[in-house]
């Protein structure tokens, strides 16, 4: 199993441009994550879905916008970028199972964005 | 709302000494409690968590936690570190009653020195 995987690895944008940061997994995770690492915060949630279809915000939402059209993908857009959105962004994935146990998060490796 | 506090920015240490990360955490309701490695250049891993039951968890590489209730504290300790150790450690919160969203604290590095 690959697991967790993001593309691209790094990305430099200019300020107003858009992309998407792609993650996608083969565990068949009901639950995805994305979060973004700055230096000296930890990490904060941005968007999570708990299954296709359904999405909802996080802690630090504003200026991106995420889907979940299959279980295995979990996109997350940025329109405009600005140079506040320079971070490392991980995707994730969890299971849940009916007696409400929540696994622990399975991590990609990250996507290294830079906003000029 | 749920928080975490890791004092210690970095935390350098030799080779074969004991280290403590300190972890804090304040919540009005019981919550559940991680500690994640960061291994340069990749993602999170679990290392370990407590649920429920002993208050004293260890993983398989000879690091464990204490949950202290009183002290709201969940420090990560190992007796004798080794250059491997080497990464960023980061202190996980959730609440019982929606376990999947975690709150993470600021991380901690540590550094091994031979």
């Known amino acids: 199993n690959a697991g967790v995987t993001q593309t691209p690895k790094f990305r430099i944008l200019k300020i107003g441009q858009s992309m998407t940061l792609q993650c996608t997994q083969d565990?068949?995770?009901?639950?995805m994550y994305w979060y973004r690492q700055d230096p000296g915060m930890g990490l904060k949630l941005i968007y999570y879905s708990v299954g296709a279809g359904i999405t909802d915000k996080g802690e630090v939402p504003n200026g991106y916008n995420v889907s979940r059209s299959t279980t295995e993908d979990f996109p997350l857009r940025l329109e405009l970028a600005a140079p506040s959105q320079t971070s490392v962004y991980f995707c994730?994935?969890?299971?849940?199972?009916?007696?409400?146990?929540?696994?622990?998060?399975?991590f990609g490796n990250g996507t290294r964005l830079t906003v000029t | 709302a749920q928080s975490v506090t890791q004092l210690d920015s970095q935390v350098p240490v030799f080779e074969e000494a004991p280290v403590e990360l300190r972890c804090n955490y304040s919540?009005?309701?019981?919550?559940?409690l991680f500690w994640y490695v960061q291994y340069p250049n990749q993602g999170l891993q679990l290392l370990l968590k407590y649920l429920s039951g002993s208050t004293l968890v260890k993983s398989i590489n000879g690091f464990e936690a204490e949950f202290n209730k009183s002290q709201t504290s969940f420090h990560l300790r190992k007796p004798s570190v080794h250059i491997s150790d080497t990464a960023e450690y980061f202190c996980a919160v959730t609440r019982m009653d929606s376990s999947y969203k975690l709150i993470f604290g600021s991380g901690t590095r540590l550094l091994v020195r031979p």
């Open positions: 565990m068949n995770h009901n639950y």
């Open positions: 919540s009005s309701v019981s919550v559940y």
């Open positions: 994730a994935s969890s299971y849940t199972r009916e007696d409400g146990y929540n696994s622990p998060l399975h």
